[in-house]
């Protein structure tokens, strides 16, 4: 029978998947809600299993001329104290490092080399809902266009329109945390730790409520830093009080709450975008697909995004999505996802309280060197396209 499958949404993971679906000969298109446009702003970590996923899909050159890849962290208080330095441990080959990337640059570079592999990507299509029945699934469109396949994939993010209509109980809550994302330029500033930075080191301040990891980032836009904040905060904030500040007003807050008197400070000031995000999740569903329904990234599970994780988790779930429908009838490509993923994914969500550093650090107890011990991920958990072991 002709398998078409029909993936909602052109972010992270419905990109991927529908490029390793053409390298397996296999008949898919994108649907995207939006219509393509640069969007400037945030930048986020990719671990080793996500950088792999590129080397595989083949764009590991375009993605390393386009990022940054530190080998030491230094940790420093807001006044550029240096409290610690930290060796990354990272591998001498590219595609076993992790890196910071811009998000738009990785959605550029994966948009243009799957229209070059002839992907069909559609945008201005917003998935409204969906049916299926014993052969077919159809999909329909806010415009009154619907489709039919025979598989869907919802890689349409967060708010994922799939999984609320495969599991509505399952609605999106405050996750207790805020995230400010910024983007700023190299030059006019000068001192010690923005030397540091040009050198190729991470700079992570922590302060009582909140801490901040500074990177270079594509090294060939002029906004070639960026940088990361997250912090606890019990109640949500009202859009007045964070959302809807104007860039100048979240840089006063900034400066005024956490700048010190060093390089942090300025770069707050420095920096031409910032991006205000409360962070929302929803609690694990209890199945991945129904029927010839599946989602697939974050509509699949929520992982905060100041873990550093999400995006490698997206990019491994389509890649062994892919790689399953390769070999499999649907019904156990669906069954292997769900079943060989799910440990993965718990593991990484079980780790998030050592993981998220959003609620900060108490100085007066010591800096917790053991901060990162105790996780269950495996640190060097890789897919392979072609072979049979994960
Ligand atoms: C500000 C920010 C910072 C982050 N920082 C990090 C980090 O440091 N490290 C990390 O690993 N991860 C980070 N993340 C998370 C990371 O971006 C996501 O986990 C990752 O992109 C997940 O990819 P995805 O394919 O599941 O979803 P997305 O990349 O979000 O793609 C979903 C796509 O579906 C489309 N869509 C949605 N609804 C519909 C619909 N009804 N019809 C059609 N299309 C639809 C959307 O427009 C979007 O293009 C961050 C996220 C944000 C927002």
């Known amino acids: 029978m002709n398998q078409k499958v029909m993936i909602i949404g052109a972010g992270i993971s419905g990109l991927t998947l529908a490029m390793f679906l053409k390298k397996a000969g296999m008949d898919c298109a994108v649907y995207e809600n939006f219509p393509y446009k640069r969007v400037e702003g945030s930048s986020f970590r990719i671990n080793k299993s996500g950088v792999h996923v590129m ?87 806010e415009d009154g266009h619907q489709e039919t396949g025979t598989l869907l994939v919802g890689a349409d993010g967060l708010h994922s329109t799939v999984r609320n209509q495969l599991f509505p109980s399952h609605v999106l809550s405050y996750a207790k945390s805020w995230g400010l994302y910024g983007l700023a330029s190299f030059k006019d500033m000068n001192s010690d730790p923005i030397r540091h930075l040009m050198d190729g080191d991470e700079l992570f301040y922590f302060t009582q409520n909140a801490n901040f990891l500074v990177s270079k980032s594509n090294p060939t836009h002029e906004l070639n830093l960026s940088w990361q904040a997250s912090g606890y905060q019990e109640r949500k904030r009202s859009k007045e009080e964070f959302e809807f500040r104007t860039l100048d007003e979240i840089k006063s807050d900034l400066i005024q709450e956490y700048g010190g008197n060093g390089a942090l400070s300025e770069i707050i000031r420095n920096s031409a975008h910032i991006i205000p995000k409360q962070i929302y999740s929803v609690d694990p569903i209890p199945s991945w697909s129904k029927g010839r329904a599946v989602v697939i990234g974050d509509a699949a599970h929520t992982i905060n995004p100041n873990t550093g994780y999400g995006c490698s988790v997206a990019l491994e779930d389509a890649m062994y999505l892919a790689k399953m429908l390769k070999k499999h009838h649907y019904t156990d490509a669906l069954y292997y996802l769900e079943a060989d993923r799910k440990e993965r994914i718990r593991a990484i969500l079980g780790s998030l309280d050592i993981f998220d ?34």
């Open 55 to 141: 080397k595989e899909l083949g764009i590991e050159d375009q993605a390393q001329q386009n990022s940054h890849s530190a080998d030491r962290m230094r940790i420093l208080t807001t006044d550029d104290m240096e409290i610690a330095s930290i060796n990354l441990m990272q591998d001498s080959v590219f595609s076993r490092r992790s890196i910071y990337m811009q998000r738009s640059d990785l959605v550029e570079i994966l948009m243009r080399q799957a229209e070059l592999d002839g992907v069909e990507i559609h945008y201005n299509k917003k998935l409204t809902h969906f049916t299926q029945d014993a052969s077919n699934i159809t999909a329909y469109f």
């Open 357 to 390: 550093v959003s609620k900060g650090f108490d100085f007066s107890n010591g800096f917790d060197i053991g901060l990162f011990s105790g996780s269950k991920i495996d640190a060097n958990y890789t897919i392979h396209w072609e072979t049979e072991c994960l």
